[in-house]
């Protein structure tokens, strides 16, 4: 169906919104800083968001310009192919510009106009901060959809390019880059990132990623997405030192053992391994993740040859509460998640529950979810599964280039320090949990693996 548009009614749009966003910020903004405020521990950048959030209330209760600086106005415009405009006498660039002229000359809230006309020579003050720049998309459907920006949203004031190649890091030019830019640009900034073919390209995606919501405390909170958040994630990987190495980082080799009713012979009497070889065969570390969200919160991962059990598994224990309610006297128990992969796929929720009766004695008790007993059809196992999924094109279980070499650059300190010292691994039984240093490393901060709790 053919809609109709009266051009008076596309340029006040475009007056009334400009007056709108020059005193109401986004709820968006307004979510995301509130929720920075309640994470942030410096007294001092506390008393800064407050100082944003205050001002932005003002600014909306009065009706008055958050900032008259309003800079360049940038305008995202789509255009339904079902839109007809019934008495238009001007292109959408000068209907833009209409509405941004009668925007900055309203009487009841004036803004600064700060656009010039002959730019290189006499810098002329247009007075109406015209023209504005217009992108415009022809879509279908019956709607026109207009996105302003200004202050900021889109203003070429701070704006950087480069041309990158293809084995450059995109988040070390950002962090080399975001220093050099200077002062000048009002509190807080937000950066838009785009990554084109062509340079004009990449600017217009730049600007386009400041028009979607503000999501960071959500991203941290539920974790990447997809493979650019995944990636985020690895280089927030607090990185290794020689002497956080020798710290937190365990090396093992296994030793002969029974596993089951299996003799097992040490690796070094295996086939082909050159004597006194100090090749590990187990591995464990504590790992740091540099963001809010995690910091403080220790990660201990482990893997290794000949234990006590082949699987693969993830467990998410939980804080103790400073002070308990009830009465409890086994030590060092926490509530706990775990998520088992391999061999079975599970899901474990340990707690404390009241025994029944006349007593206030708390008991650790399980919830399970065992997917092979609640999920009865068949599952792709294995190569299976990965194999499919490159038939049908997802990519959930494998990782890009850069998200490898993001891994390797994090481990690649470990195996210098190791190489450098000709660091000796640590001594286990085949058919146990590992080296008694790998207890260690947990024991230093109070803590246990997860079968030492059992």
Not at 9 to 36: E, T, V, W
Not at 157 to 180: A, R
Not at 371 to 384: H, V
């Amino acid at each position: 169906m053919v809609v109709t548009i009266k051009q008076s009614d596309f340029i006040d749009s475009i007056a009334d919104s400009l007056q709108f966003i020059s005193y109401y910020h986004p709820k968006d903004f307004i979510d995301a800083m509130a929720k920075a405020y309640e994470i942030e521990k410096s007294p001092a950048a506390r008393d800064a968001i407050a100082q944003i959030l205050l001002n932005s209330k003002m600014c909306a209760e009065g009706r008055r310009p958050i900032c008259q600086d309003t800079g360049i106005v940038c305008a995202f415009i789509k255009v339904g192919m079902d839109v007809r405009f019934s008495d238009a006498t001007m292109s959408i660039q000068d209907m833009v510009n209409l509405g941004v002229e009668k925007a900055y000359s309203d009487h009841d809230n004036t803004l600064r106009a700060s656009i010039v006309r002959d730019p290189a020579f006499t810098r002329q003050n247009t007075k109406t901060n015209a023209p504005a720049v217009v992108h415009f998309d022809l879509v279908p459907g019956n709607t026109i959809e207009v996105e302003i920006a200004a202050k900021g949203g889109g203003s070429e004031n701070k704006s950087k390019f480069v041309m990158l190649n293809p084995s450059d890091s995109i988040v070390d030019w950002v962090l080399k880059t975001v220093p050099t830019m200077g002062a000048g640009w009002c509190p807080p900034g937000m950066l838009g990132i785009g990554i084109g073919g062509t340079a004009e390209k990449a600017m217009l995606l730049a600007k386009q990623s400041l028009m979607t919501p503000i999501d960071m405390p959500e991203l941290l909170a539920r974790g990447p997405k997809n493979k650019i958040e995944e990636l985020k994630v690895l280089q927030s990987l607090k990185p290794y030192t020689e002497e956080s190495v020798l710290q937190n980082v365990i090396c093992g080799q296994y030793k002969d053992g029974i596993i089951g009713n299996e003799k097992i012979k040490s690796y070094l009497d295996e086939d082909n391994i050159p004597v006194g070889s100090n090749t590990e065969t187990y591995v464990a570390l504590k790992a740091e993740i540099q963001n809010w969200r995690w910091a403080g919160v220790p990660f201990y991962l482990r893997t290794g040859k000949r234990l006590q059990k082949q699987i693969a598994e993830i467990v998410i224990q939980f804080k103790e509460l400073p002070c308990q309610i009830f009465p409890f006297n086994a030590n060092n128990f926490t509530n706990r998640l775990i998520i088992k992969l391999q061999p079975d796929e599970t899901v474990q929720l340990y707690f404390l529950a009241k025994k029944p009766g006349d007593t206030n004695d708390l008991q650790p008790v399980y919830l399970d979810l065992d997917f092979n007993k609640t999920f009865k059809a068949r599952r792709t196992e294995g190569y299976e599964r990965l194999l499919l999924d490159v038939i049908r094109g997802k990519l959930t279980l494998f990782v890009r280039r850069d998200e490898q070499e993001a891994a390797w650059k994090w481990v690649e300190p470990i195996l210098n320090t190791w190489n450098k010292l000709n660091y000796a691994p640590k001594l286990y039984t085949a058919g146990s949990w590992g080296p008694s240093a790998a207890s260690a490393l947990l024991a230093r901060d109070g803590e246990f693996w997860h079968e030492e709790l059992i």
